[in-house]
Nanobody
């Protein structure tokens, strides 16, 4: 299942952007939704995740307090609200969805079976 991302673009340092991820089909309600990113020349890294019920969220230390993951189960959509943007947030952002994911495996990319196409986020200083 291909996830559909939107919302990337150019932001300014200190500004905000919001990414959206539509999860087609019937898998959304039982899927953990997570966000990863890959900066130029860097490995893909975990950014944030939200459990399928929405009761548990996890963030990378680099975005904690600035980014917020949320979900709208009625519209099969996950969100990543990015506030306090920094130039080092510049990357391609990918959403991912998967089932049977625990608090331990949420950070691991291989835990997810469905991915979005990626959306570019560029933050200028």
């Amino acid at each position: 299942v291909q996830l559909i991302e939107s919302g990337g673009g150019l932001g300014q340092a200190g500004g905000s952007l919001r990414l959206s991820c539509v999860v087609p089909g019937g898998i959304f309600r039982t899927s953990t939704v997570a966000w990863f990113r890959r900066a130029p020349g860097m490995e893909r890294e975990f950014v944030a995740g939200i459990s399928w019920r929405g009761g548990y969220t996890l963030y990378a230390d680099s975005v904690k307090g600035r980014f917020t993951a949320s979900r709208d189960n009625a519209n099969n959509t996950g969100y990543l609200q990015m506030d306090g943007l920094k130039p080092e947030d510049t990357a391609i952002y990918y959403c991912a969805a998967g089932s049977s994911i625990t608090q331990v495996t949420m950070r691991i990319a291989k835990s997810y079976g469905h991915w979005g196409q990626g959306t570019q986020v560029t933050v200028s200083s």
